[in-house]
């Protein structure tokens, strides 16, 4: 397993942006799948999107468009754009060596701690 450092939340207001950033503790993440999970109060945590080490991607319907996965210098980058009321969340990323088929928690078996995503006026 790998530890995972999550940062860049915060709060923005309704259509703004926020670029998210997983790392790696001591460790690049290059050869890992990289998921990114929210989970808002009261509800289930939900995947938005994972790149798989050969740079394959995958989003949820609800966020193409609107969220993008990159994985740059060992570390993978979650540009979130044109950010709504229901953004708000504790946003989480996640790691599985190599690839992921199916885009479930339970394919991840490292997690990071989590940062919060604030999206009010």
């Known amino acids: 397993q790998v530890q995972l450092v999550e940062s860049g939340g915060g709060l923005v207001q309704p259509g703004g942006s926020l670029r998210l950033t997983c790392a790696g503790s001591?460790?690049?993440?290059?050869?890992?799948?990289i998921g990114w999970f929210r989970q808002a109060p009261g509800k289930e945590r939900e995947g938005l999107s994972y790149?798989?080490?050969?740079?394959s991607t995958h989003y949820k319907n609800s966020v193409k468009g609107r969220f993008t996965i990159s994985r740059e210098n060992g570390k993978v980058y979650l540009q979130m754009n044109s950010l709504k009321p229901e953004d708000a969340a504790v946003y989480y990323c996640?790691?599985?060596?190599?690839?992921?088929?199916?885009?479930?928690?339970?394919?991840?078996?490292?997690w990071g701690q989590g940062t919060q995503v604030t999206i009010s006026s």
């Open positions: 996640a790691a599985e060596p190599g690839t992921v088929m199916v885009f479930t928690p339970l394919s991840f078996r490292s």
């Open positions: 790149i798989n080490s050969d740079g």
């Open positions: 001591g460790v690049g993440l290059d050869y890992y799948a």
